[in-house]
């Protein structure tokens, strides 16, 4: 499979530190000590993960190499849906007249981009799909409550479009070697780390210790598995993008893995943890900066548990 082009959309509000400590008691310092959040993204009242969507892919279209009519399959990934019978899927691709296209809509909290090129990947080996528009997106601030201490901080809004093809359309593609993905609802905390209850809570994370623990475990161990599988090694690793959950995670990885910090691209300290559009959104933001050869890996977990891993060489 090959990346033919990406698009993305952060909100313009960034939210500071300083609006949770009348909310919560937690004050600035202490949540950039803890998350390394200075500021998180929020989209406007009218917005949600269809519209952030739509100006994702619009994003991504002056790079595509063909029309988006030809687009035969369209999946939305995202946990905070606006809307689960018209989904993003069915407004992009009612929006763009996307004729021949199938739509659909997955859910597996922050892991859920990586578990959408899985998906399109069994596509492709079925001889289903040649040419496919992934949006990865979350309106976490739909759900959030501001006032719980231990993760009404931590959220913010984005989306992403990649255009994804089964074979090379351009010396420009960058390829995706191998996708890895794993349900761990056995595992640890499990179903309990994280929930999104619209009518009770909204986004909470109590389990937020064992979230810790288990996405230093298995971001890593994920990684290490795609690169031994695709003969590479650390060394040959240009960058490391996990999910923005929290960027003592991703200190806790560097440290384990021996990688520089140089190596790690993130953006939570802007737009704190946009749930599952977080690693996507770090790739698309920084496309245009990959060099012919780049390795890249993507590695991820979210609630549920569940994790994936996917190793793209530019």
């Known amino acids: 499979m090959f990346i033919n082009a990406t698009g993305f959309y952060v909100p313009e509000e960034r939210v500071h ?13 202490w949540i950039e000590q803890r998350t390394g ?9 009218e917005e949600n993960i269809n519209t952030m969507g739509l100006e994702a892919i619009k994003n991504a279209l002056p790079d595509l190499p063909y029309d988006i009519t030809e687009v035969d399959l369209i999946v939305a990934a995202s946990y905070s849906p606006y809307d689960t019978v018209a989904t993003a899927a069915h407004i992009a691709q009612h929006e763009f007249n996307i004729v021949n296209a199938k739509a659909l809509y997955l ?8 578990n959408a090129l899985e998906v399109v990947e069994g596509y492709f080996a079925m001889g289903k799909a040649t040419k ?8 976490n601030s739909a759900y959030y409550n501001e006032t719980d201490p231990k993760a009404g901080h931590l959220w913010g809004d984005a989306a992403a ?3 994804i ?20 609802g056995h595992l640890g905390k499990g179903p309990e780390g994280v929930q999104l209850r619209p009518r009770d809570g909204g986004i909470m ?6 979230v810790f623990i288990q996405a230093c475990t298995y971001m890593p161990k994920n990684v290490l598995y795609l690169l031994e599988k695709n003969g ?6 240009t960058y490391f993008i996990g999910h923005q959950a929290n960027m003592r995670i991703m200190s806790n990885i560097a440290k384990q893995l021996n990688l520089p910090e140089e190596k790690f691209l993130h953006n939570i300290e802007e737009l704190g943890n946009t749930g599952s559009v977080s690693s996507a959104l770090v790739y698309a933001q920084n496309a245009t900066g990959f060099k012919k050869g780049d390795v890249v890996c993507i590695t991820v977990f979210g609630g549920g548990y569940s994790a994936g891993a996917c190793l793209i060489k530019c």
């Open 107 to 114: 859910s597996s909290a922050c892991s859920s981009f990586v």
């Open 161 to 163: 479009a990649f255009f």
């Open 165 to 184: 093809s089964k074979e090379r359309v351009t010396e420009h593609d960058a390829q995706i070697v191998e996708i890895f993905t794993q349900g761990l």
């Open 37 to 45: 959040i200075r500021t998180r993204s929020k989209a406007k009242p």
């Open 232 to 237: 590479y090694t650390l060394d040959d690793l």
């Open 132 to 139: 496919a528009l992934i949006i990865s997106a979350d309106k």
């Open 17 to 29: 530190n300083q609006h949770f400590l009348e909310l919560n008691g937690l004050t600035s310092e």
């Open 205 to 210: 994370m109590p389990e937020g210790r064992d």
